[in-house]
T-cell receptor
Framework: RKEVEQDPGPFNVPEGATVAFNCTYS??????FFWYRQDCRKEPKLLMS???SGNEDGRFTAQLNRASQYISLLIRDSKLSDSATYLC???????????FGTGTQLKVEL | SAVISQKPSRDICQRGTSLTIQCQVD?????MFWYRQQPGQSLTLIAT?????????ESGFVIDKFPISRPNLTFSTLTVSNMSPEDSSIYLC???????????FGEGSRLTVL
């Protein structure tokens, strides 16, 4: 089982739609979790950290389910500019470095 | 968050040559990280560059192929040695923000080896 798994997509959605991505992780001791956004030919940029209680930033909501070992990202009212690859990132702790998922590609269309 | 500058942003190189990528951070950081992102793949950590000591390499990466320098707390270089087409990739420099450990990246260096 991969350390971090994501559905690669692509998810093609119309503008204004709500879309959700899930990500599972294998190490139950993982300590912190992030969603990054990567535009084509650009570096990954931190979108949001994921807290145990769940957190929201505008149209974006991130949730963590430790029992099932997955995190989710919900995007409401999708914009064309949301088109990108979304990377799930897990910090396994214990001095180990961040582990990146392969990313989920989102395409928002008119 | 730290501002990270990398250069070159892109280069096309011949097989068998070497290329050195530079990474400059606008603040002092203890550790700097070098990642590789091959076409269509996610990020893979190459090594951690520690100031004042040798870099720590991940499994599958060796110092002879990817020598790293870390002369001070704001600068590091990664050299890709004796390049082959399989080294064609984006190389990314990053730093960690405590306490949660989020990573922030430079703009990346896109390398194409012919």
């Amino acid at each position: 089982r991969k350390e971090v798994e994501q559905d690669p997509g692509p998810f093609n959605v119309p503008e204004g739609a709500t879309v959700a991505f899930n990500c599972t992780y294998s190490n139950s001791a993982s300590q912190s979790f992030f969603w990054y956004r990567q535009d084509c030919r650009k570096e990954p940029k931190l979108l949001m950290s994921v807290y145990s209680s769940g957190n929201e930033d505008g149209r974006f909501t991130a949730q963590l389910n430790r029992a099932s070992q997955y995190i989710s990202l919900l995007i409401r009212d999708s914009k064309l500019s949301d088109s990108a690859t979304y990377l799930c990132v897990v910090n396994p702790g214990g001095g180990n470095k961040l582990t990146f998922g392969t990313g989920t590609q989102l395409k928002v269309e008119l | 968050s730290a501002v990270i500058s990398q250069k070159p942003s892109r280069d096309i190189c011949q097989r068998g040559t070497s290329l050195t990528i530079q990474c400059q951070v606008d603040s002092q950081v203890t550790m700097m990280f070098w990642y590789r992102q091959q076409p269509g793949q996610s990020l893979t950590l190459i090594a951690t560059a520690n100031q004042g000591s040798e870099a720590t390499y991940e499994s599958g990466f060796v110092i002879d192929k990817f020598p790293i320098s870390r002369p001070n707390l704001t600068f590091s270089t990664l050299t890709v040695s004796n390049m082959s087409p399989e080294d064609s990739s984006i190389y990314l420099c990053s730093v960690e923000e405590p306490p949660a450990g989020e990573l922030f990246f430079g703009e990346g260096s896109r390398l194409t080896v012919l």
